[in-house]
């Protein structure tokens, strides 16, 4: 068995989409109907990630602020945490905490506009 993805519920999947693949880059795989739900789902993925992350939005929220999830992490890859972490707001997203220099890694945070933390990192060469 192995992890293939993450699903979480937003208020509005438009905007959510909108927030991932424009803000955090990533591809838009698929959007359809949930019919058991009245629903719909979208599928999004990084470049160079088998990992999915699935967005669910359903006529009636169940949604509670993110409380579900602990967080979504993001390799900056080439890029400065600072520089992400200003994107994502830029996008709606809310910083949560100055960005942190740690032994092996730069870690910055972030709470998307559904409230979900996202974990921005790069890690450190020694």
């Known amino acids: 068995m192995k992890f293939t993805y993450t699903g979480i519920e937003v208020r509005d999947l ?9 803000a955090l880059g990533m591809t838009l795989l698929a959007r359809s109907k949930i019919p058991a739900t ?7 993925r990084s470049k160079g990630s088998q990992q999915i992350l699935e967005l669910n939005w ?20 080439k890029e400065d945490v600072d520089t992400v972490i200003d994107r994502l707001v830029a996008y709606g997203a809310v910083r949560t905490r100055p960005t942190e220099v740690r032994k092996k890694y730069i870690v910055g945070f972030a709470k998307d506009p559904d409230g979900i933390w996202l974990e921005v990192y790069k890690s450190r060469r020694q």
């Open 58 to 77: 359903y006529p009636r929220r169940r949604y509670r602020a993110g409380s579900e999830l602990d967080h979504l992490g993001f390799d900056a890859g």
């Open 38 to 44: 009245n629903g719909e789902v979208a599928g999004l």
């Open 14 to 22: 438009d905007r959510a989409i909108r927030f991932y693949t424009e």
